[in-house]
T-cell receptor, first 116, second 113 residues
Framework: GAGVSQSPSNKVTEKGKDVELRCDPI?????LYWYRQRLGQGLEFLIY????????KSGLPSDRFSAERTGESVSTLTIQRTQQEDSAVYLC??????????????FGEGSRLTVL | AQSVTQLGSHVSVSEGALVLLRCNYS??????LFWYVQYPNQGLQLLLK??????LVKGINGFEAEFKKSETSFHLTKPSAHMSDAAEYFC???????????FGTGTRLKVLA
């Protein structure tokens, strides 16, 4: 597609359940990022993938959070045993790291997660 | 380590007045600097960026920002605010040699009629 696509756009779950969020980046973008945006707050870095390099997981808040990406395609962010403090909008972005528009992050519209 | 500080979580200006949103960064290497805007219920979009070259950068919708290395600042300005500028603005930094982007906490701009 033309832009970064995220699904689901909204997810309501019960505390303790696992959730999986999906991000489909722009074709040809080698870098993919996940951020968390809690209500009224800024963007909190979670993880990024760049090509075939080992991902930078330094922002994952706990071992309940994990993410995978196959090659330069779709990524999934998994949150196990969800807690109420996990409620947030999870934003995915992709970037071309060479050529035109180098350095610009293209964001999806986010997945809003509500944990009851 | 990189970090970004945005002074003022909320800024109000009158329509037609100067917009000034402040951003200071810390980076151990020459940074790449960005401003993104988030309109209500929408994703973030790039306003402008500084990578190398001219320190005064012009972006979309009449916004511009100046990279001042001596002040470690990258403040965003617009000479005359428009009602449509009401949104949340985020400053971000990326150090050269890394692909990690760190965002500030955002400044919500309100434009008064």
């Amino acid at each position: 597609g033309a832009g970064v696509s995220q699904s689901p756009s909204n997810k309501v779950t019960e505390k303790g359940k696992d959730v999986e969020l999906r991000c489909d980046p722009i074709s040809g973008h080698t870098a993919l990022y996940w951020y968390r945006q809690r209500l009224g707050q800024g963007l909190e870095f979670l993880i990024y993938f760049q090509g075939n390099s080992a991902p930078d997981k330094s922002g994952l808040p706990s071992d309940r959070f994990s993410a995978e990406r196959t090659g330069e395609s779709v990524s999934t962010l998994t949150i196990q045993r969800t807690q109420q403090e996990d409620s947030a909008v999870y934003l995915c972005a992709s970037s071309r790291l060479s050529g035109a528009n180098t350095g610009e992050l293209f964001f999806g519209e986010g997945s809003r997660l509500t944990v009851l | 380590a990189q970090s970004v500080t945005q002074l003022g979580s909320h800024v109000s200006v009158s329509e037609g007045a100067l917009v000034l949103l402040r951003c200071n960064y810390s980076s151990s290497v020459p940074p790449y600097l960005f401003w993104y805007v988030q309109y209500p219920n929408q994703g973030l979009q790039l306003l402008l960026k500084y990578t190398t070259g001219a320190t005064l950068v012009k972006g979309i919708n009449g916004f511009e920002a100046e990279f001042k290395k001596s002040e470690t600042s990258f403040h965003l300005t617009k000479p005359s605010a428009h009602m449509s500028d009401a949104a949340e603005y985020f400053c971000a930094v990326r150090g050269s040699g890394t692909y990690k982007y760190i965002f500030g906490t955002g400044t919500r701009l309100k434009v008064l009629a």
